[in-house]
């Protein structure tokens, strides 16, 4: 019997079977859609007892702030959290991911999951795209080899660093990194430090805002500070009301069209009793 | 599944109208070691015998009570490396459902999916069908739920059960047992009353395994210091 070629699944990674058709129609002008970023500013750093990872809340739409207060601190396990930069679908995506694969490893290993772990599932996944998948994370937790923080860019390249930022606020945040972090912060140090450069960030990047967000790890426990500091409240319209007084909008142009009255008369038939 | 050489399925109809493997299959569980379930008002509990084939096995290494997920947690009677492929799969499953649908799966969707694939091992080319019975015992917003799950892929919620060897006595004992408003505490005293019944030898904390979900909605297998705390109270 002869056996038919096998169709064999998919293995995942960037498809190139659309590439050429792609060149070919932008070329003739088509504009391809465009996707929501972060413009972001996350930042992450190693301090005495752990790692503390802060970022902005503002996610935006070219121009346009779509997300106020968005979540940029995303859960991997209990003991690793990481900070994403990018286009938000795809750190959303790819975290979510991860994290599911980290909580099917667990209970095949029955331990802790350990970073280093989360790290390569990450840049394997990543690479395999090509830099397609455009997500720029800051990886950061501790397990049993101790405090860990890493840089994963969209291609897929790793750094493990004591101190680390990303997104387009980056560098107002590592301004501040770099001119006031020492070894063995402690934890309010750490905290302060971290809000600072959110904070630069916030102020000095426009694709930064809004809130500050702030996870700190240690041994046994982790604190998600959502809006640690919040340094652009927002003024509300008054509850008073307005008043628009004649003259304080500009008449440009006047068409009275009067409502003719149309009365019909109708013949009745006298009213039975 | 199966290569295109065997891709008629090995388990056929017998003129009688029955699937002579799949009673099979119910033969490997009822000789395998005795595990039970019981629902109690407040949680659920399983325990199962942990009969090593030497005293030269390392019993710490081997764990026969698994847990699907924070609030699932699952017992076998027959064949133990058949129930680890379930478990993977199951887990893998409920992974899949929270990526799908951002909620934790409920106890009937992990129990259906589950019986779904034993029910596809005996439809398939070239597989045979799963040698285990499961019971799978669960925490979620219906509350406490206990269910079986045979080789054929059919699944019935029990209030308290039994597989395995002794699964006859068992049952009996249970249904003399088993009351409505059974608090947790009680459930796990029953079991392991139960277990003692057709246990053969001395019953301790190294040759059973019990685990056990409350209201917390945590699955989690005792130890045998917590083990020989109950026993006690038995005795």
Known sequence: ?273 | MGDSQYSFSLTTFSPSGKLVQIEHALMAVGSGQTSLGIKAANGVVIATEKKLPSILVDEASVQKIQLMTPNIGVVYSGMGPDSRVLVRKSRKQAQQYYRLYKETIPVTQLVRETATVMQEFTQSGGVRPFGVSLLIAGFDDSGPQLYQVDPSGSYFSWKASAMGKNVSNAKTFLEKRYTEDMELDDAVHTALLTLKEGFEGQISSKNIEIGLISTDRKFRVLTPAEIDDYLAEVE
Do not use: W
């Open chain 1, 1 to 273: 019997m002869e056996k038919a070629r096998v169709d064999l699944p998919p293995k995942g990674g960037f498809s190139f079977d659309l590439c050429r058709r792609n060149e070919m129609l932008t070329k003739k002008g088509l504009q391809l859609p465009g996707f929501r970023k972060t413009g972001t500013t996350i930042v992450g750093l190693i301090f005495e007892d752990g790692v503390i990872l802060g970022a902005d809340t503002r996610a935006t739409e070219g121009p346009i702030v779509a997300d106020k207060n968005c979540e940029k601190i995303h859960y991997m396990a209990p003991n690793i959290y990481c900070c994403g930069a990018g286009t938000a679908a795809d750190t959303e995506a790819v975290t979510d991911m991860v994290s599911s694969q980290l909580q099917l490893h667990r209970y095949a290993t029955r331990r802790e999951s350990r970073v280093i772990t989360a790290l390569t599932l990450l840049k394997s996944h990543l690479f395999s795209y090509q830099g397609h998948v455009s997500a720029a994370l800051v990886l950061g937790g501790v397990d049993i080899t101790g405090p860990h923080l890493h840089t994963v860019y969209p291609h897929g390249s790793t750094d493990t660093l004591p101190f680390a930022t990303m997104g387009s606020g980056s560098l107002a945040a590592m301004a501040v990194f770099e001119s006031k972090y020492k070894e063995g912060l402690t934890r309010e140090d750490g905290i302060q430090l971290v809000g600072e450069a959110i904070c630069s960030g916030i102020f000095n990047d426009l694709g930064s805002g809004s809130n500050v967000d702030v996870c700190v790890i240690t041994k046994g426990k982790t604190d998600y500070l959502r809006n640690h500091q919040l340094p652009n409240p927002r003024t509300y319209i008054s509850s008073r009301g307005y008043s628009f007084d004649r003259g304080h909008t500009e008449v440009l142009s006047t068409k009275i069209t009067p409502l003719k009255l149309k009365a019909e008369v109708v013949e009745n038939d006298a009213m039975e009793e």
